[in-house]
């Protein structure tokens, strides 16, 4: 951690505080683990390992909490995520073929980031809006009965 | 004093939100100011009110006059027709067969609904104490404290027949027995609210809509077995949910409803809100008490029982949302009264999610016992569009298929478990016979295949053959004897899995091999998928007499496989065609039609590709 700038080295700051606070709460591993993804908007390896450190918890048994949920990312992600739904009622309402168009349109594939760091696609099961299937989300903005590609294209547009 | 004349029932329910309530409600202040009325409305946000096809939708008393898809644009018009004249705007009310139905009772998705988890759901403002104890709420919570002892508690819920609402319909009363007779000083009570289920939302709705019913339950629980702390276990995905649940915590201390002594009475209660991170096998009650430790969600092996080492190695009961919701009622109302519902085995009532093709896709409530028939034809109003009935999944990834052939089956734990399906969490997704039923096993395989934790190897390398198989047959290189494989691996999965995930995945495939058996048999011998979804076993062709060869398609072809002129009409290659379906849905004139099977072309070059790789294996 020997290059970390200015920048960063503020947003460790603030994660410690954050342990400190929540240290003796009861296994609360998972909280923090959240909240250091919020401040970082991912868990890199280096942010695992100071959690480690200050927590006095082994770094192999952060990594294995954190592969296991599908809630953290290992990778940097974009500025918005879309996340689209492939819940049941979405699948049978046409999800892949959403996903396609998605694709095609952002130019990634699932789980991708957009060049322009612009938008991750990724994918959640059921988002319980399934009256409008098939759907995606964007932050807290629900889009839902879209079957046709430009109604993505003008949906995308509004993201800057 | 203002006084109030109107009740502006909003629903605000994950569909609604997302097809607009929130902006419906501000529009509503704002025309509502505007006409200087605004002390005379009394605007509720409510949860779930069920119908969310015909959302958003919105209630207003003292008439109960029922709206449906409302605009911002329809705002004005209802303040000033109907708050302020008295004339209810008919268009925007249901219409039935040429007749409108004005009032929230007539509506025929409410006839056969009998709400008891349900109850004050998209009745009352969630957010409101005041309005729950209106409606009887805390009266549970009251009589157990300070007229029930423990026992008393349990024997009112044995003898009300209530079965864990969480899919494996488990007697509630024998997890709290078994808490109550250990004599641990240190027991835990958790309420499951990690409802993974794609295409389901009723734990949701209900911690949405009515949160302080599930904490009530939750409590007399409590009381039932001598725990002291509680925790609610909610999915990161609903955040909603957990602000709801928090605030009802909150309040409820706030007016010594919970915290020390509560009613005098010698008993304490404290719960807190875990969050999960995205795992679906955190539903399984061991998964989910390691997630709260802070570990990897992963099962551990049965017995010890929660019940006899659970959370922190202590006692703990695991109960879901909807069986927390079942309690107050139960209590308040008497156990002979919510036995009277239901059949001789599944007792009460059952929240269902219904999904997919059907017209009232929403929440519904309705007594156990009730057919698929009336739940999907008559509570559903049956298909949407000209699709027919083919079948409905139940049970979600650990349940399975049903057909036409079911339709008069009863809704309980035993009956749909003996046709391959389960009654799972409550999510009923209805397919119309466009639906590929290898497909949709498909999808189910992949779903358990990514969640599976990896602990046990009959669940973590057995479904992924299970899935690979289901994509050979699917991508037209299905075998002989592939059906006999999977029913061999399904089963033996089943048997030798840890938790209820794995024993639950091969569920979808086995059910659907034995009531689609010959749809499977079409993908693998015919290379044909006759419902055109698998794309690899259908093609796309333009039927030169329709063409009009205007071109669309050609330009609209993000890989430029269609050629053509306006004389000689345009044609699709084959070989090039990645089967995005731009075409058919550009095509002005509808000229462009779904074909099951390879085409001959595609056919021949997969042959001869066939015959260069075996050259090659010799």
Known sequence: M?????????????????????????????????????????LPVEVQEFVAEKMGIPASKIYGVVTFYNFFSMKPRGKYTLNVCT????????????????AEELGVQMGETTEDGRFTMSAVRCVGACSLAPVFVIGEDTFGRIDNKDKVKEILARYE | ???????????????????????????????????????????????CMGPCDYGPVMVIYPEGIFYKKVTVEDVEEIVTEHFIKGRPVARLMLQEEEKVIAAKKDVPFYQKQIKVALENCGYIDPESMDEYIA?????????????????????????SGLRGRGGGGFPTHIKWQMVHDNKSGEKYVICNGDEGDPGAFMDRSLLEGDPHRVLEGMMIAAYAMGATNGFFYIRAEYPLAIARIKL???????????????????????????TGAGAFVCGEEMALIHSIEGQRGNPTPKPPYP??????????????????????????????WFSEMGTEKSKGTKVFALTGDIRNTGLVEVPMGITLRELIFDVGGGMIGDGKFKAVQLGGPSGGCLTVDHLDVG????????????????????MNDEKCMVNVAKFFMDFCVEESCGKCSPCRIGLKQMLEILERITSGRGREGDIEELQRLGESISKLSLCGLGQTAPNPVLSTIRYFREEYETHIRDKSCQNKVCLDLMHFNIDKDRCIGCSLCARKCPVTCITGSREDKYIIHQLECIKCGNCFDVCPVKAIDKIPGIHPDTAAHLQAMEKVTQKYDD
């Open chain 1, 2 to 42: 020997a290059s970390v700038t200015q920048d960063s080295s503020r947003l460790y700051d603030k994660l410690a505080e954050v342990i400190e606070e929540k240290k003796d709460l009861r296994n609360p591993l998972i909280e923090i683990l959240r909240i250091a993804q919020e401040i970082f908007g991912y």
């Open chain 1, 87 to 102: 819940g049941t009622a979405c699948f049978v309402k046409g999800a892949p073929r959403l996903i396609q168009m998605i």
């Open chain 2, 411 to 430: 809704v309980d734990y035993e009956s749909l478990k003996e046709r391959g399906a389960m009654m799972g969490s409550g999510g009923v997704i209805v």
């Open chain 2, 248 to 274: 009802a915590i909150s309040q409820a201390k706030e007016l010594g409803l919970m915290g020390e002594n509560i009613f005098d009475s010698g008993f304490s209660f404290d719960a807190e809100v875990r």
């Open chain 2, 1 to 47: 004093m203002s006084f109030k004349r109107i009740d502006l029932l909003i629903c605000c329910g994950s569909g609604c939100i997302s097809a607009g309530a929130l902006k419906i409600k501000e529009r509503f202040h704002e025309v509502l100011a505007e006409h200087n009325i605004s002390n005379e409305v009394n605007m509720i946000e409510t949860g």
């Open chain 2, 135 to 159: 409606t009887g709420g805390y009266e549970a919570l009251g009589m157990v404290l300070t007229g029930m002892s423990p026992q008393d508690v349990i024997n009112v819920i044995k003898e």
């Open chain 2, 307 to 336: 019940a006899v080492q659970g959370l922190w190695g202590k006692p703990t009961v695991v109960n879901n949302v909807e069986t927390f919701g079942n309690i107050p009622t139960i209590i308040r109302k008497g156990a002979k």
